[in-house]
């Protein structure tokens, strides 16, 4: 299935070649002068495709919780815990898949 990933010019040059190389077309835009949804809403429309928002779309998220139990589980297995670092969204949703139902822990984000 053909995507197309609508990136931040300024995106690490691996990160905008790691995405092409997945076989996904990627189109630059600038943040400070240009909108993001905008753009991608516009490719989406002109080629009849499904937009995908990157954070509140709930398989996204559902996805993100997911690949954090399996790396909270693989780390397991090896005797170790893990300390998630990202935005406020990623780490939430990997620990409420990951944590055991009784666990308590603390999601804390740099100012």
Not at 2 to 8: D, N
Not at 25 to 32: A, Q, T
Not at 38 to 53: E, M, Q, Y
């Amino acid at each position: 299935m053909p995507a197309t990933i609508v990136m931040p010019a300024d995106a690490p040059l691996s990160k905008r070649e790691r995405t092409k190389a997945y076989g996904a077309d990627v189109v630059l835009y600038d943040r400070d002068r240009e909108d993001r949804e905008a753009i991608a809403r516009d490719i989406a429309d002109k080629r009849g495709a499904t937009l995908v928002r990157p954070y509140d779309d709930p398989f996204v998220i559902a996805g993100q919780g997911t690949v954090g139990r399996e790396i909270c589980e693989d780390m397991a297995a090896l005797g170790l815990a893990p300390d998630i670092v990202g935005g406020a969204g990623r780490p939430a949703a990997a620990w409420s898949r990951a944590s055991p139902p009784r666990s308590r822990h603390a999601i804390r984000r740099p100012c």
